[in-house]
């Protein structure tokens, strides 16, 4: 499968960035001294900020792309089902909710507290990237293809303008 031209790839440049930052809050988790507050809070305002900017990633993706994808495909009267059920398994909206437990009921915790906040969120990190990276790589090879399929070069580039744009407000 050839990689989509540049100009219209609506999925790399957000997603490159996403895998910087789970490789980094990986490494950030890993060296956090959840018995020490302060490394603790910090590491807790990474993921919220984190995990928040993914959300809105998801949001920008269903606003200005899947949302005109599942349009243009009733349209067609053409069903598909990864198109269907695109975000409704990802894990996201979950773990964003595990770090906002923390963030509410683990600050200012006692030391065993955090050691045990801090060994949940390093496995709910692990479980989440494993499915997260999957997702995204559907994203840039099924559906880059079907937008490229279903939208014309000129529409597509229209569209990459438009999530670049609203990613670069994050
Ligand atoms: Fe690009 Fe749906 O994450």
Redesign the pocket.
């Known amino acids: 499968m050839a990689p989509a031209p540049s100009e219209i790839d609506v ?1 790399s440049i ?2 490159t960035r ?1 895998v910087k930052q789970l490789e980094e809050l990986t490494d950030t988790l890993s060296a956090t001294n959840f018995s020490n507050h302060v490394d603790w809070d910090r590491m807790l305002d990474n993921l919220r900020t984190t995990f928040t900017d993914f959300k809105f ?2 949001k920008i ?1 269903n606003e200005c792309i899947m949302w005109k994808l599942k349009s243009r495909l009733k349209r067609l009267k053409i069903e598909i089902a990864a198109v269907t059920n ?2 409704s398994d ?1 894990h996201l909206t979950d773990m964003l909710d595990l770090v906002e437990d923390c963030f509410k009921r683990g600050k200012n915790k006692t030391e065993d507290d955090r050691v045990h906040f801090g060994r949940m969120l390093v496995k709910a990190l692990r479980e989440f990237t494993k499915d997260f990276l999957p ?2 790589k559907e ?1 840039e090879e099924v559906f880059q293809q079907l937008l490229m399929k279903y939208f014309t070069f000129d529409e597509l580039k229209v569209i990459k303008f438009t999530v670049l744009e609203r990613h670069s407000q994050l």
């Open positions: 999925f957000p997603h996403i990633h998801e993706e695109v975000h990802n997702h995204l994203e």
